[in-house]
Antibody
Framework: EVQLLESGGGLVQPGRSLTLSCAAS????????MNWVRQAPGKGLEWVSG????????HYADSVKGRFTISRDNSKNTLHLQMNSLRIEDTAVYYC??????????WGQGTLVTVSS | ERVMTQSPATLSVSPGERATLSCRAS??????LAWYQQKPGQAPRLLIY???TRATGIPARFSGSGSGTEFTLTISSLQSADFALYYC?????????FGGGTKVEIK
């Protein structure tokens, strides 16, 4: 059974940094592209970033380009999202999702990031 | 960027009736279109990919159609578990983009 478990969310002040992680199990992590998708409170889904199976190729939404960095450790089956210069509008539940450039077949339960002073 | 527009924003349907949800792309996405269902407090769940292929474990009452810029998700006979939010998403090109969602509510 595919499992994706996000961690690292919390309350952070504007301008500060936070790193999210997603622990994957139940599938061959190194053979699957991965994504981060977020959902602001009461709002719709917004794709944030994607990374290829090897980690060589990455993509970002314009709203986070230059501030967020996606990475992966295939030896530890873990996906990361380094978030710098956080803004109030980055407040959201962040989901990791399996599949990039294709439909997102599995999703974690999400981790809440709140950016507030 | 391909903008995805879903309509209607809210659909009021009685149990047992058919629901038809629409998704329009600003440029062609071929058949690289997925549909997701989301219930309150839960993560989205993949329903349809490739515009018309049901994901594993998805009941046959869910069907998808379309190609290019116009897509439809049909729920043939709504059950109580189907009242939820539905999103379309294109994966033809980066950035990946979602529609704004359609809420299917009980009439």
């Amino acid at each position: 059974e595919v499992q994706l478990l996000e961690s690292g969310g919390g309350l952070v002040q504007p301008g500060r940094s936070l790193t999210l992680s997603c622990a994957a199990s139940g599938f061959t992590f190194s053979s699957n592209a991965m994504n981060w998708v977020r959902q602001a409170p009461g709002k719709g889904l917004e794709w944030v970033s994607g990374i290829s199976e090897s980690g060589v190729t990455t993509h970002y939404a314009d709203s986070v380009k230059g501030r967020f960095t996606i990475s992966r450790d295939n030896s530890k089956n873990t996906l990361h999202l380094q978030m710098n210069s956080l803004r109030i509008e980055d407040t959201a539940v962040y989901y990791c999702a399996k599949g990039g450039g294709v439909a997102m077949t599995s999703w974690g339960q999400g981790t809440l990031v709140t950016v507030s002073s | 960027e391909r903008v995805m527009t879903q309509s209607p924003a809210t659909l009021s349907v009685s149990p047992g009736e058919r629901a038809t949800l629409s998704c329009r792309a600003s440029q062609s996405v071929s058949i690289h279109l997925a549909w997701y269902q989301q219930k309150p407090g839960q993560a989205p769940r993949l329903l349809i990919y490739g515009a018309s292929t049901r994901a594993t474990g998805i009941p046959a009452r869910f069907s998808g159609s379309g190609s290019g810029t116009e897509f439809t998700l049909t729920i043939s006979s709504l059950q109580s578990a189907d009242f939820a939010l539905y999103y379309c998403q294109q994966y033809n090109d980066w950035p990946l983009t979602f529609g704004g969602g359609t809420k299917v509510e009980i009439k």
